[in-house]
């Protein structure tokens, strides 16, 4: 299949930003290298995990786009805000990818320390790129 015409959005968390960064270049690197194109590659940021299915919603309403990449980190602290966090963007990604029938890909890590994140952060981004292609080969031959 060629990826080149597919429009990708990038929707990244900037919080823990140093974490994920690299995570972001990770998943950018292997889109390109998977051959889509950096003209059909749009990022949009927005300040924290919770925010991420609504400009996925957005993205979706605007039709413009072929598949979605949700990127962020949400790293464990002391209180039970982690577990706030990370069940409800995952399931706002959910509820956006099925309510609008357009694959989205969740990278965002719920890690329990930086070193947890730091391993992930390198093999995140290929698994990400690989299962996207795979769903979108899958939902071609669907079509």
Request: aromatic share 6%; proline share 2%.
């Amino acid at each position: 299949m060629d990826y080149s015409n597919l429009k990708v959005a990038l929707c990244i968390s900037k919080f823990n930003y140093d974490h994920v960064s690299v995570l972001e270049n990770s998943v950018s690197d292997e889109l390109l290298k998977c051959g889509f194109n950096q003209d059909n590659i749009d990022k949009f940021y927005v300040p924290g995990a919770l925010e991420l299915p609504l400009i996925l919603s957005r993205c979706c309403k605007s039709k413009k786009f072929d598949a979605l990449i949700a990127i962020g980190a949400v790293i464990r602290g002391e209180t039970y805000h982690f577990e706030v966090v990370s069940d409800q963007s995952a399931m706002g990604i959910m509820n956006v990818q099925l309510q609008y029938d357009i694959p989205i890909m969740n990278a965002v890590l719920t890690t329990n320390n930086d070193d947890e994140t730091i391993l992930r952060t390198g093999t995140k981004g290929i698994e990400v790129v690989n299962g996207l292609i795979e769903t979108l080969n899958t939902l071609n031959l669907i079509s």
